[in-house]
């Protein structure tokens, strides 16, 4: 029990940090959450606390967002919901959590390709683009809460600061995960009292990981923030298919 308690502290402070200004922290921590308590049943454990910190950082950043960018997601990130329902339905539980390696290989294959040609990339502002990344949000969010690399490329390859950067992001997530809580609590069976415990237990700590995530985004320069987003979707990739 040890182990599953440091982990889950640990995910606590890193979804308050990644929510608020250090984006990408959850990654770090998602794949030890499926080992801990299996890679489905860690996501309807992961998606309340999500939710805590969606409210918080969506207070904090209320007015840094653009709700065209939200708006164009939304609609294939629904869709993306039921087709990784579909696909659980085709594959065991413990096959789960390299789906969502794969899944977020393929992110960071995309991440790269973005990196060395977004200077050319002339596809940002075709329909589809935005309705591709949103389908790949809403299928790696709903499988496990694994979007955070999905909606980093598109976001960086849209040319966001920072702050818009962490704005979009909070609107998006709150609403996306919201809509996730009732397929989890009654199509996974994943989300119950229990775990609903466990994740008040969690909130002050995810709120103390908020308060650092303020204080450091303030002081990190836009090029580390950049670089930092990708070497942390590199190094969950790692951790999810070598364990």
């Known amino acids: 029990m040890l182990f599953e308690y440091t982990i889950l502290i640990l995910t606590a402070l890193c ?8 984006q990408g922290m959850t990654l770090l921590v998602v794949p030890y959450m ?14 309340p606390m ?7 950082a969506v207070i904090y950043y209320k007015r840094i967002a653009d709700w065209r960018v939200v708006a164009r997601l939304l609609p ?14 085709l594959i065991p539980t413990e096959r789960f959590r390299m789906l969502m390696g794969w899944t977020l290989a393929l ?3 995309v991440m790269i390709w973005s990196e060395i040609f977004g200077k050319e990339n002339r596809w940002m502002n075709r329909w589809w683009y935005s309705a591709i990344f949103g389908l790949l949000g809403g299928f790696t969010t709903m ?39 009732p ?30 995530g303020i204080r450091l985004v303030k002081v990190i320069p836009e090029r580390t923030f950049r670089r930092f987003i990708q070497i942390v979707t590199i190094l969950s990739v790692i951790a999810m298919l070598v364990h």
């Open 15 to 22: 979804i308050g940090m990644s929510k608020t200004g250090i």
């Open 34 to 47: 499926a080992m801990a308590f299996g890679a489905k049943e860690s996501t309807g454990i992961i998606l």
């Open 50 to 56: 999500l939710c805590m910190a969606d409210v918080i």
């Open 76 to 89: 294939t990130a629904v869709l993306g919901f039921f087709v990784a329902i579909w696909v659980d339905s």
């Open 107 to 109: 992110a960071m294959g």
């Open 143 to 181: 499988i496990g809460n694994a979007a955070g690399p999905v909606m980093s490329i598109y976001l960086l390859s849209m040319r966001q600061d920072k702050l818009s950067y962490i704005g979009i992001n909070a609107w998006f997530f709150l609403v996306v995960n919201l809509l996730k809580v």
């Open 183 to 212: 397929l989890q609590i009654f199509v996974w069976d994943n989300i119950t009292w229990d775990t609903f415990r466990l994740n008040l237990l969690m909130l002050p700590v995810i709120g103390l990981g908020a308060l650092i």
